[in-house]
């Protein structure tokens, strides 16, 4: 099974910055992977799948590229509503799926 | 709209059971496979359970394989999660999920499970 691991842990930006999200797979999962966003007390969203395809209401502002074993999500510039929890996911085992552990931005 | 909410948690002890639903509207919920993830306090997010769009197909990640069981009602479009056995570490907000390929496209509030003596 593919495990995905997620750096940095935490991003401290301020608003307007760009932000660099990484994940990364143990072994390669093609161009099968997704983005959520997680704010607090609220369920994750879907920003990014395939990679690279940004899914309904997702803004442009959102960048998603990688394939194989390395992935980035690119936040070009930051809103006061894109602080938040960024995890990445795969399909590691079909039918089995994997999450990463997760990268908080939060306000600098 | 596509709405997914569940409902059905509380607090348990361990060993026991409780059973979760989630009732959905808005799409063809016989189209889609459905699932179950899980976050427990302050931790990331683990896939939980799947069960493919007719109910025949069922998989469950190791951590709740021989106590959880899914299931579903398309009559009457619920995702339905059955949790025997209940331990500490299975306390969490339970989320369902539409599985679209291979991601999960549509979300529910989800619900608070705690287990604790």
């Known amino acids: 099974d593919s495990v995905l691991t997620q750096s940095p842990a935490t991003l401290s930006l301020s608003p307007g910055e760009r932000a660099t999200l990484f994940c990364r797979a143990s072994?390669?999962?093609?161009?099968?992977l997704a983005w959520y966003q997680q704010k607090p007390g609220q369920s994750p969203r879907l920003l990014i799948y395939?990679?690279?395809i940004r899914a309904t209401g997702t803004p442009a502002r959102f960048r998603g590229s990688g394939s194989g074993t390395d992935f980035t999500l690119t936040i070009s510039s930051l809103e006061p509503e894109d602080f938040a929890i960024y995890y990445c996911?795969?399909?590691?085992?079909?039918?089995?799926?994997?999450f990463g552990p997760g990268t908080r931005v939060d306000l600098k | 709209q596509v709405q997914l909410v569940e409902s059905g948690g509380g607090v348990v002890q361990p060993g026991k059971s409780l059973r979760l639903s989630c009732v959905v509207s808005?799409?063809?919920?016989?189209?889609?496979?459905m699932q179950w993830v899980r976050q427990a306090p302050g931790k990331g997010l683990e896939w939980v359970a799947l069960?493919?769009?007719?109910?025949?197909?069922?998989y469950y990640a190791d951590s709740v394989k021989g106590r959880f069981s899914v299931s579903r009602d398309n009559s009457e479009n619920t995702l339905v999660l059955q949790m025997d056995s209940l331990r500490p570490e299975d306390t969490a907000v339970y989320y369902c999920?539409?599985?679209?390929?291979?991601?999960?496209?549509?979300w529910g509030q989800g619900t608070q499970v705690t287990v604790t003596s």
């Open positions: 808005g799409f063809s919920f016989s189209h889609y496979a």
């Open positions: 996911q795969h399909r590691s085992n079909w039918p089995l799926f994997t």
């Open positions: 072994q390669s999962v093609g161009g099968y």
């Open positions: 999920a539409r599985r679209n390929s291979d991601y999960f496209d549509y």
């Open positions: 395939d990679a690279s």
């Open positions: 069960v493919s769009s007719n109910g025949d197909e069922k």
